[in-house]
């Protein structure tokens, strides 16, 4: 068994976990999530978008068939309902666990005018205010914003531009709220995550970080989880201190551990591209990874790549 990680972030890598049925296919995990129950719900480009595990590895069911062109975020509701962001169809929806929609913000396969503001030019992620239910959408590859929705989905307001100062984004990529309902946006291409309160002003910004695209905040713990790229070059890909790797931050900002901070690769171990992470009610992380973008489809021959991933928590 490899472990990774470090102090109390030690981590055993579950090789192997999460058996797809015959004829199933990943092309690439873009977002995962547990619920109460700590089932896995794996958001994938493949044919079956969202695939559902126990927490074993063992297949449930899958959904989103014809409905999700481009899966890109899950966000796993208090209620029992999960929001799913679809960057390619310019859409967030609300549904069930079994996959029934609730609730669709934006107009399937209409995205608003580049950089107009206007929700949603490939929208990214959801992060809902546990205090009230309030949800925040960021938007994204083609938008630098956050929109912020009350819990029945009307738009309450929106801030951000395109640009590297505080309050400006170069890809809003994934965002989260605190259990004091602070905001947290990884602010991919600008290598950092940036922090506002409810009313979008800006609070701080933590640097010295390599593309952050997943986000996940336990809120009980007051710990925040970061999947990051790494580097955008292909020659120091295997360099060692770039990532890809998932960090692990307090919400004031502290660095606590890296977890498999090596050169990208297949091993375990290794990363490629994390893209997606969420936790486990035991502690336990679930790494999703677009590995087919990152390298499957330059392959020669191109294959699919591992994309998703469970470390399982020692300490």
Not at 152 to 160: A, H, K, V, Y
Not at 250 to 266: F, H, S, Y
Request: hydrophobic share 35%.
């Amino acid at each position: 068994m490899v472990t990774i990680g470090e102090g109390q972030f030690t981590y055993e890598v579950q090789e192997g976990w999460g058996q797809l049925p015959a004829g199933y296919a990943f092309r690439e995990v873009a977002a995962v999530g547990c619920d109460a129950d700590d089932n896995v719900y794996a958001f994938n480009r493949g044919d079956h978008p969202m695939i559902v595990f126990d927490k074993d590895g063992n297949f449930i069911q899958s959904w989103g068939e014809g409905v999700f062109p481009r899966a890109h975020g899950v966000t796993m509701a208090p209620d029992g309902t999960v929001f799913l962001t679809d960057d390619g169809d310019h859409t967030v929806r609300k549904c069930t666990l079994e996959g029934d929609v609730l609730l669709t913000l934006g107009t399937s396969g209409h995205p608003a005018a580049f950089m107009s503001g206007d929700p949603f030019n490939r929208c990214t992620h959801v992060a809902i205010d546990p205090r009230n239910g309030d949800f925040y959408v960021s938007d994204g590859y083609g938008n630098a914003r956050i929109h912020k929705y009350s819990p029945d989905g009307r738009l309450i307001f929106s801030w951000g531009k395109s640009g590297n100062g505080p309050g400006e984004f170069n890809i809003a990529h994934n965002i989260g709220t605190d259990r004091d309902g602070l905001v947290y946006l990884a602010d991919r291409e600008n290598h950092r995550v940036q922090v506002f309160n409810p009313d979008g002003r800006f609070m701080g910004q933590w640097n010295d970080m390599s593309r952050p695209c997943g986000l996940y905040i336990d809120q009980d713990a007051g710990l925040v989880y970061i999947g990051e790229l790494g580097s955008a070059i292909g020659p120091n890909s295997q360099a060692t201190g770039l990532g890809p790797r998932v960090s692990v931050y307090d919400t004031e900002g502290r660095q606590q551990a890296r977890v498999g901070d090596g050169p990208e690769g297949e091993a375990p171990g290794q990363f490629i591209a994390p893209h997606g992470v969420c936790l486990d009610s035991v502690g336990n992380i679930y790494v999703g990874e677009v590995s087919w973008t990152h390298t499957g489809q330059h392959l020669d021959p191109p294959r699919e790549v591992r994309s998703l991933q469970k470390l399982v928590k020692t300490a």
